[in-house]
């Protein structure tokens, strides 16, 4: 349970996502400003780049217009051209390396998300899909038997849970005096308190987390065709006890409030974590290589851009990777007595009930180890692979496309 995947979010997470933010200026050890825990933004649309300064008062700028008669204006169209082409050239580099990153992790990535879940709420699987290729033929045979909606399924709640974490976490924070933010300068009660923060955020969100897991491993099959909005629904049925009866097998949320918050606590802290180090190493190797290549204009938009998105995806991948056990239990626990249909993930077709009988966190925990071995934990972690590496091919692609895009350019 993170901010991202985008975290989604994976356990309360988003693909998305998953860290605090650093402010763009992050070129010192850590950021002179604050680690930032709203949801990234698409690089871009500051003003401010690494190694930027904001401008004394009064003082010119690069992009401030050339002033003065007509016929001084030099025959190039004068400095206040040329910055106002190269702000416009930087904000149209961030704005598509930043989208693109952001359309891979909560669209793309979204398949084997599905695929992931499927595998994990899946007891009965003889068939673990350790491995990406068992998940690539998978796909393939869902795709085949049910149509690409099978792949794609829950989509729209997951954007629906990201929205409710961040509205949840922006109102407590204005209503309390938890911090969303932490100061460069900070200290163990601000952590504390930050952290607090995050746990209730990932409390409000449970029940419609919930509801979104079901949406995203219920059969095709079997799947009626409801409104966007019924995750909200849901959500608020599971609070209220309304809404669709559920299996005397359903946990109540008390009991699946410590196994959320301590996937999601844990997520945000491992990631950031890993995000802050390799920030640190991308900078520190950045610095060497300005020494050598000062004064290249493509090398420094980019790399105005691109260690963030790199710190974020490995951030996100350690993440995934460290807490998949804790996921697979965690989503067990949510699904439990929902009366879910899933897919037959051994064959590709047939549907198989969810009959679960945990009766809490330490339960489902000694069950798996018994009844499936300590590679239970692990089914479906072939889909962890594919959407990273989908990922990283998409990140190295579009660098390579604004590579030759800004060299042409300039």
């Known amino acids: 349970m993170h901010p991202r995947r985008p975290d989604g979010f994976d356990g309360l997470g988003y693909r998305g996502g998953g860290g605090a933010r650093d402010e763009p200026g992050w070129g010192g050890a850590f950021p002179a400003g604050h680690w930032v825990t709203t949801p990234p933004d ?21 992009s401030t217009p050339y002033e003065g008669p007509a016929d001084d204006v030099p025959a190039g169209g004068g400095p206040g051209a040329q910055g106002r082409s190269s702000e416009q050239l930087n904000r149209f580099a961030g704005f598509g390396i930043g989208l693109a990153s952001l359309f891979t992790e909560n669209v793309l990535a979204h398949p084997c998300i599905v695929l992931r879940r499927q595998c994990q709420v899946n007891y009965h699987a003889d068939h673990y899909h350790l491995t990406p290729f068992t998940i690539v033929n998978i796909m393939y045979n869902f795709n ?109 949320l ?66 995934d990777v460290i807490l998949y056990p804790l996921e697979t239990v965690l989503h067990r626990l949510h699904i439990q007595g929902t009366r879910t249909i899933i897919d037959n993930t051994d064959l590709g077709y047939e549907v198989l009930p969810i009959n679960t009988q945990y009766e809490g966190m330490r339960d489902c925990i000694s069950t798996i180890k018994q009844e499936e071995g300590v590679l239970g934990f692990y089914k479906g972690f072939g889909a962890v692979m594919v959407q990273y590496t989908l990922h990283a091919v998409i990140l190295q692609f579009t660098k390579i496309i604004y590579t030759a895009l800004l060299q042409n350019t300039a």
């Open 42 to 62: 698409i690089p871009g649309s500051r003003n401010l780049h690494w190694g930027d300064k904001s401008p004394p008062y009064g003082a010119p700028s690069a």
């Open 144 to 252: 085949k038997t049910q149509g690409p909606r099978s792949l794609w399924k829950g989509m729209g709640s997951t954007f629906i849970v990201q929205g409710v974490t961040l509205g949840a976490e922006g109102i407590i924070s204005e209503f309390t005096s938890l911090p969303r933010e932490i100061a460069h300068k900070w200290n163990p009660k601000q952590i504390c308190e930050h952290l607090i923060l995050k746990s209730l955020t990932y409390i409000v969100a449970m029940p419609f987390y919930s509801a979104s897991l079901v949406e995203t491993v219920q059969s095709e099959i079997i799947r009626e065709n409801a409104s966007i909005l019924e995750c909200i629904r849901e959500g608020i049925g599971r609070v209220l006890g309304l809404g669709v009866p559920h299996s005397k097998r359903l946990l109540p």
């Open 254 to 319: 008390h009991s699946l409030i410590f196994p959320t918050v301590l996937h999601g606590v844990l997520h945000y802290i491992i990631s950031t974590v890993i995000q802050k180090f390799v920030l640190l190493i991308l900078k520190r190797k950045s610095c060497n290589s300005h020494l050598v290549e000062s004064g290249c204009p493509v090398q420094c938009i980019l790399e105005a851009y691109f260690p963030e998105l790199i710190a974020n995806f490995v951030a996100s991948l350690c993440s």
